[in-house]
């Protein structure tokens, strides 16, 4: 479904990645991990469109969208979830979650939509009246998950979903990702939490120095005594 050849990102005269490979099966959970700016975050937003690639291919579905903006790449079926949320605190959880399916013309599919993301999320359908502005953390990243669903991608992009979280909390919301990608979503998750990003993902990449350090199987990774040593503190 997703496929990076030799990728280059910069920040004006700032190169972030340096020729980054990678690839992403259709039905596949995988991670990224690595160290604060390693490149995680750049990964994202270049395949979301936020981003100019300096070099390289991005290709989704076997067609190159190197140029293609934001808005397209949603159009396209990629939906990405920052860390910054970027909800409508001033307007109600139900309003949020009918603003991501703004690209969706068919009413009827867009309320379809809605129940099955009010299925994977009760806490959301109980809330559906409250303001996001007035959400708990957990309940918020909850709601930009769920509002990314809206518009029906093939590919969900989820960036730190853990920051700033409670533990009980993150357990929420991995489980929610978890419960996401078995329903067919394909995901591609950044989190600083590395043993819990491997307990839920297929394979993940570890990106260092913006380069793509190992990859693998998420559970032959955390038997790896690199990774053990500087992600697991073992």
Do not use: C
Not at 144 to 152: L, T
Not at 169 to 174: G, S
């Amino acid at each position: 479904m997703l496929q990076l050849k030799n990728l280059n990102a910069s920040y004006g005269f700032l190169q972030i990645l340096w020729e980054v490979s990678l690839h992403v099966e259709d039905g596949e959970f995988v991670g990224l991990i690595g160290p604060n700016g390693a490149g995680k975050t750049t990964t994202l937003r270049t395949i979301a469109g936020l981003l100019k690639p300096t070099g390289g291919e991005i290709l989704f579905n076997g067609q190159v969208i190197n140029n293609v903006p934001a808005h397209e790449t949603t159009r396209m079926g990629i939906s990405y979830i920052s860390e910054d949320l970027n909800l409508f605190v001033d307007m109600s959880v139900k309003e949020n979650l009918l603003m991501g399916a703004y690209i969706v013309r068919d009413r009827e599919k867009q309320l379809e939509t809605l129940d099955f993301v009010y299925e994977l999320f009760p806490r959301l359908k109980e809330r559906e009246r409250q303001l996001a502005g007035t959400m708990s953390g957990g309940e918020r990243k909850m709601l930009a998950i769920a509002r990314g669903m809206m518009s029906n991608p093939q590919l969900l992009l989820v960036d730190e979903p853990s920051l700033g979280l409670a533990p009980h909390l993150v357990t929420d919301v991995f489980n929610s990702l978890k419960r996401l990608n078995q329903t067919g979503v394909t995901m591609m998750l950044v989190e600083q939490r590395v043993n819990a990003t491997l307990e839920i993902t297929d394979r993940a990449y570890v990106i260092e120095q913006g380069r793509v350090a190992m990859e693998g199987p998420s559970s032959e990774l955390m038997t790896d005594e690199h990774v053990k040593k500087v992600y697991l503190g073992i």
